[in-house]
């Protein structure tokens, strides 16, 4: 009996140390993947997310997936980068001037564009 009360709390103390270790190595592991393995938005999706945002007819988590979504094609990655340092921040694109508002326009543009080549 002391050995199964001896091994039971030798088998407890390496899982209470090793499960949160384990949880999170494999959750490092799957968000791991899931950037690695995460594809580019089309053109035309692209510039689909900015209308939204320019006309104010964004909804839920739309703002924060525009800013933080990572776009590996240059061109794309430029256009993206480009709307930000025109625009400012996406929730304020409503209420940008009309200057502004045409230049994004033309981003727009150009993504409709890509999208056609």
């Not at 995460?38 to 689909?48: E, R, S, V």
């Not at 981003?107 to 999208?115: F, G, H």
Request: hydrophobic share 40%; aromatic share 10%.
């Amino acid at each position: 009996m002391h050995r199964v009360v001896k091994f039971a709390y030798t088998f407890g103390c390496l899982a209470a140390i090793a499960g949160p270790l384990l949880a999170f190595l494999l959750g490092f592991g799957v968000l791991w993947l899931d950037h690695r393995f995460a594809k580019d938005p089309t053109p035309g999706l692209l510039a689909d997310q900015i209308e939204r945002l320019l006309t104010g007819s964004y909804a839920g988590w739309d703002v924060d997936n525009f800013e933080t979504q990572s776009i590996r094609d240059p061109r794309l990655q430029d256009l993206h980068r480009r709307t930000m340092s025109v625009g400012g921040l996406p929730e304020e694109w409503v209420r940008l001037s009309e200057e502004r508002k045409n230049q994004l326009r033309e981003i727009i543009k150009e993504l409709r564009n890509l999208k056609e080549r």
